[in-house]
C-alpha cells in the first residue's frame, strides 16, 4: 500500500501542477488555491512521505539486495531535477527577466511529464486499487505485469464448509492440544512447520522482496502453504508476531512459549504458520499446484464447551473428549494423512503466471525406488522417512502413546518434520536439529578410487525419495569437499573450501539447480522469475554419479584422500541479505553428509 500512495502522492504534485499551466485558464479563485496546494502540499508529502521512502527503498533494493535498475536510476535522477528545480522557483522564483529562472521553469514543466512516463517504466506492476478508479482514469493508469487479483490463481486451497470469509475462533489455537498430546506439541512447537512465517526470517524477507517485486497481492502465492489462516481471513501480508505491542525475539524461543503465553492472554488471536489445525483438518490433498488442499474449518463436530476458552469449560470439554474420543479422532485423522499425495500438495510449487515448476518433490518421489506399492517392504511414503523418530542415524520408530493415556502404537508419527533445514529448529532444540541432520546422513554413500592419475569419486542418493538435494532454487548447496596429501603430508590437491567470505571456492563440484531468467540470467533470490533452467546436477533417487579430478604428475605415494559430502541449508551470500534484516541471526553451519577417507598406496 504504500507504493500506492506514494503514486498517488506524486499524481497530486502532477495534476495540480499541470492546472497552474496559462493553458487552463483556470479562475484566480481557484488558481491561487491550487498553487497553494501545488507549492506547499509538495514540500509536505516530499518531505514526510517521498523521502523518507525513496531512501528506504534505494536501501533494501539497491544496497542490500544489489538490484541494478536503470528505470531506478532513472526515474531517481528525474526526481532530482524537479525538486531542484522546484526548489528554486519557489525561494528565488521566476520574475520574467531572469535566463535562469526561466530555464528553471521549463526544467520543471517538462521534467515532470518525463517523472510519470519513468514513474511508469520503473512501476509497471503496481496499480491503482478500484477504489481509486474513477480518479485515475481520468490522469493516469499505471498498468501491471501480471493482473495476479483477477487473471492468476495464486492459491489452490479450498473451503467445503462454503465459508468464504474465516474468523481467528475457526482456527482453533494449537496450545489446546498441548494438554492431551504433550509430546507430539513438543515436537511440533520447535519444528520447520511450526515456523514457517512470521519466526521465520528467511520467509519473510523472501515474502516481503516478492510483495515489492511483484506487488502485495503476489504474498498470497508464498502465504497458502506458509500462512494459510492468515489467507482464509483475507489478510493481505505477514505481520510479526507481537505482545502487547512489543515485538518479542522469535529466533530462539523454546517450546513456542510465545505461543502459549498469547493464548493465555489472547485465546482468540490469530496464530501464523502451519498450525495443528491446519493439517489436521485437511479433508482432500492434490499435487497439482501451490496450496492445492481442501480445508474444512467450521463444519466439524465438536464436543461440548471444545470452542470455550474458559479454564473450567476447557477443563469439563477435555473431558467429556476423554471419556469417548472416538468422534474427535474421526474429526482429526484422515486416512490421506499417510499418503505423499497430502504433502504434495506444498512440496508440489508452481509459478503462478507460467505454471513452471519451481519445486518437484513429489513428482521426483512418484519416479523414484521408493514409490513401489506393488513391494510393501520397498515402498516408502513421505512420512516414512519425514515423520520416523532416528536413533544413533537409524530408523527407530518410537512406541508408545501419541496421547495421554490413549492407544499403544508400535510407531509414533514424530513432529520434528526431519528434513532439510536442520538450521532453524536447532536454534530453539537441539533433538529436533538432531533429527534432521541424522536423516541427512543417511541419504548419500561415497566410493572413490584413483586410475591413471585421475581420482573418480562416486556419490549415490540411497537414502532421499526425492533428488539430492531438493527444495526450491539454489537456495540448497550440497558439495564435494576434497583434500588430497601425499607421503610427506603436503596437500598436492584441494577443492570444494570454504573462502574468507563463507563462499564455496570457485570451481568447486555443488550439486543444485540455479534458474535464470528470460535473458539467461541468474535469478538468485527472485526465483518467481524462473524462465530457463541453466543448470540440474543435483542426484536423482537411488542413482550414483561419478566426478574426475584430476591429479598433479609425479606424487609421493601413498596418498592420502579425505573426501567430504558437506551440506549447507542457505548459502552465505543469502544469509548476508536475511542478516541484513535480522542482525541477530547467525550462520548456518555446514553438515558434513557423508566422509570418506582412503589411503592409495
Given at each position: 500500500m504504500k507504493i500506492l500512495?506514494?503514486?498517488?502522492?506524486?499524481?497530486?504534485?502532477?495534476?495540480?501542477?499541470?492546472?497552474?499551466?496559462?493553458?487552463?485558464?483556470?479562475?484566480?479563485?481557484?488558481?491561487?488555491?491550487?498553487?497553494?496546494?501545488?507549492?506547499?502540499g509538495s514540500i509536505t508529502v516530499t518531505i514526510l512521505f517521498v523521502l523518507p521512502f525513496l531512501y528506504k527503498h534505494i536501501k533494501e533494493s539497491m544496497i542490500i539486495m544489489k538490484y541494478k535498475s536503470m528505470s531506478g536510476l532513472m526515474l531517481?535522477?528525474?526526481?532530482?531535477?524537479?525538486?531542484?528545480?522546484?526548489?528554486?522557483?519557489?525561494?528565488?522564483?521566476?520574475?520574467?527577466?531572469?535566463?535562469?529562472?526561466?530555464?528553471?521553469?521549463?526544467?520543471?514543466?517538462?521534467?515532470?511529464?518525463?517523472?510519470?512516463?519513468?514513474?511508469?517504466?520503473h512501476q509497471k506492476k503496481f496499480f491503482f486499487s478500484r477504489r481509486f478508479a474513477t480518479f485515475a482514469s481520468v490522469i493516469l493508469l499505471f498498468s501491471p505485469s501480471y493482473s495476479y487479483s483477477k487473471s492468476t490463481k495464486l492459491t489452490?486451497?479450498?473451503?467445503?464448509?462454503?465459508?468464504?470469509?474465516?474468523?481467528?475462533?475457526?482456527?482453533?489455537?494449537?496450545?489446546?492440544?498441548?494438554?492431551?498430546?504433550?509430546?507430539?506439541?513438543?515436537q511440533w512447537a520447535d519444528s520447520n512447520h511450526r515456523h514457517l512465517a512470521d519466526s521465520n526470517p528467511y520467509y519473510m524477507v523472501l515474502e516481503n522482496l516478492a510483495g515489492m517485486d511483484k506487488g502485495e497481492k503476489f504474498r498470497e502465492w508464498c502465504m497458502g502453504c506458509h500462512n494459510p489462516s492468515a489467507v482464509s481471513m483475507h489478510?493481505?501480508?505477514?505481520?510479526?508476531?507481537?505482545?502487547?505491542?512489543?515485538?518479542?525475539?522469535?529466533?530462539?524461543?523454546?517450546?513456542?512459549?510465545?505461543?502459549?503465553?498469547?493464548?493465555?492472554?489472547?485465546?482468540?488471536?490469530?496464530?501464523?504458520?502451519?498450525?495443528?489445525?491446519?493439517?489436521?483438518?485437511?479433508?482432500?490433498?492434490?499435487?497439482?499446484?501451490?496450496?492445492?488442499?481442501?480445508?474444512?474449518?467450521?463444519?466439524?463436530?465438536?464436543?461440548?464447551?471444545?470452542?470455550?476458552?474458559?479454564?473450567?469449560?476447557?477443563?469439563?470439554?477435555?473431558?467429556?473428549?476423554?471419556?469417548?474420543?472416538?468422534?474427535?479422532?474421526?474429526?482429526?485423522?484422515?486416512?490421506?494423512?499417510?499418503?505423499?499425495?497430502?504433502?504434495?500438495?506444498?512440496?508440489?510449487?508452481?509459478?503462478?503466471?507460467?505454471?513452471?515448476?519451481?519445486?518437484?518433490?513429489?513428482?521426483?518421489?512418484?519416479?523414484?525406488?521408493?514409490?513401489?506399492?506393488?513391494?510393501?517392504?520397498?515402498?516408502?511414503?513421505?512420512?516414512?522417512?519425514?515423520?520416523?523418530?532416528?536413533?544413533?542415524?537409524?530408523?527407530?520408530?518410537l512406541q508408545g502413546s501419541s496421547t495421554l493415556g490413549g492407544k499403544y502404537k508400535k510407531d509414533i508419527k514424530v513432529h520434528y518434520f526431519a528434513g532439510g533445514n536442520y538450521f532453524l529448529a536447532g536454534l530453539k532444540n537441539k533433538e529436533n536439529e538432531s533429527q534432521s541432520i541424522q536423516l541427512l546422513k543417511t541419504s548419500a554413500k561415497l566410493d572413490s578410487k584413483i586410475d591413471k592419475g585421475v581420482l573418480l569419486v562416486g556419490v549415490k542418493n540411497v537414502g532421499a525419495g526425492h533428488k539430492l538435494p531438493t527444495g526450491a532454487a539454489d537456495f540448497r548447496e550440497l558439495w564435494l569437499d576434497i583434500t588430497v596429501t601425499d607421503s610427506n603430508g603436503k596437500i598436492v590437491f584441494s577443492t570444494g573450501k570454504l573462502d574468507k567470505k563463507g563462499d564455496i571456492e570457485k570451481n568447486s563440484i555443488i550439486y543444485n539447480k540455479i534458474f535464470g531468467?528470460?535473458?539467461?540470467?541468474?535469478?538468485?533470490?527472485?526465483?518467481?522469475?524462473?524462465?530457463?533452467?541453466?543448470?540440474?546436477?543435483?542426484?536423482?533417487?537411488?542413482?550414483?554419479?561419478?566426478?574426475?579430478?584430476?591429479?598433479?604428475?609425479?606424487?609421493?605415494?601413498?596418498?592420502?584422500?579425505?573426501?567430504?559430502?558437506?551440506?549447507?541449508?542457505?548459502?552465505?551470500?543469502?544469509?548476508n541479505i536475511v542478516k541484513a534484516a535480522y542482525p541477530q541471526l547467525t550462520d548456518p553451519p555446514v553438515i558434513t553428509i557423508k566422509e570418506l577417507e582412503k589411503q592409495f598406496d
Open positions: 500512495y506514494i503514486n498517488l502522492d506524486i499524481l497530486f504534485m502532477f495534476v495540480s501542477g499541470i492546472l497552474l499551466m496559462d493553458y487552463f485558464s483556470i479562475a484566480w479563485s481557484y488558481f491561487r488555491v491550487i498553487e497553494f496546494l501545488h507549492i506547499f531517481g535522477f528525474v526526481l532530482f531535477l524537479l525538486l531542484l528545480s522546484g526548489t528554486y522557483l519557489f525561494i528565488i522564483g521566476n520574475r520574467g527577466g531572469d535566463v535562469y529562472g526561466t530555464l528553471f521553469y521549463y526544467i520543471h514543466l517538462y521534467i515532470s511529464f518525463v517523472l510519470i512516463l519513468a514513474l511508469v517504466v489452490n486451497i479450498v473451503f467445503t464448509d462454503g465459508a468464504k470469509y474465516h474468523h481467528s475462533i475457526d482456527w482453533t489455537n494449537s496450545a489446546t492440544c498441548k494438554e492431551c498430546h504433550p509430546k507430539i506439541f513438543k489478510q493481505e501480508r505477514t505481520t510479526h508476531f507481537m505482545k502487547d505491542n512489543v515485538m518479542p525475539e522469535p529466533l530462539f524461543v523454546k517450546g513456542s512459549k510465545n505461543l502459549i503465553n498469547e493464548y493465555k492472554a489472547h485465546p482468540n488471536r490469530l496464530e501464523q504458520g502451519v498450525s495443528c489445525i491446519t493439517c489436521h483438518r485437511i479433508m482432500d490433498a492434490k499435487p497439482v499446484g501451490n496450496s492445492s488442499y481442501t480445508l474444512n474449518l467450521t463444519k466439524r463436530k465438536k464436543y461440548l464447551y471444545e470452542a470455550s476458552t474458559t479454564d473450567m469449560k476447557v477443563w469439563i470439554s477435555h473431558k467429556l473428549i476423554n471419556a469417548k474420543p472416538k468422534m474427535h479422532k474421526a474429526e482429526y485423522m484422515k486416512p490421506l494423512y499417510k499418503k505423499s499425495e497430502y504433502c504434495a500438495s506444498c512440496h508440489n510449487e508452481f509459478l503462478p503466471h507460467s505454471g513452471r515448476e519451481v519445486v518437484g518433490t513429489y513428482e521426483q518421489w512418484k519416479k523414484s525406488p521408493f514409490n513401489n506399492p506393488k513391494n510393501p517392504k520397498e515402498h516408502k511414503d513421505c512420512i516414512d522417512c519425514h515423520m520416523t523418530h532416528l536413533e544413533k542415524g537409524k530408523f527407530s520408530p531468467d528470460k535473458n539467461g540470467k541468474p535469478v538468485g533470490l527472485f526465483f518467481w522469475r524462473y524462465e530457463k533452467l541453466l543448470k540440474d546436477t543435483r542426484i536423482p533417487a537411488g542413482k550414483r554419479v561419478v566426478e574426475r579430478f584430476i591429479l598433479p604428475e609425479n606424487l609421493e605415494y601413498p596418498l592420502h584422500v579425505d573426501i567430504k559430502l558437506n551440506f549447507r541449508i542457505y548459502p552465505q551470500w543469502v544469509t
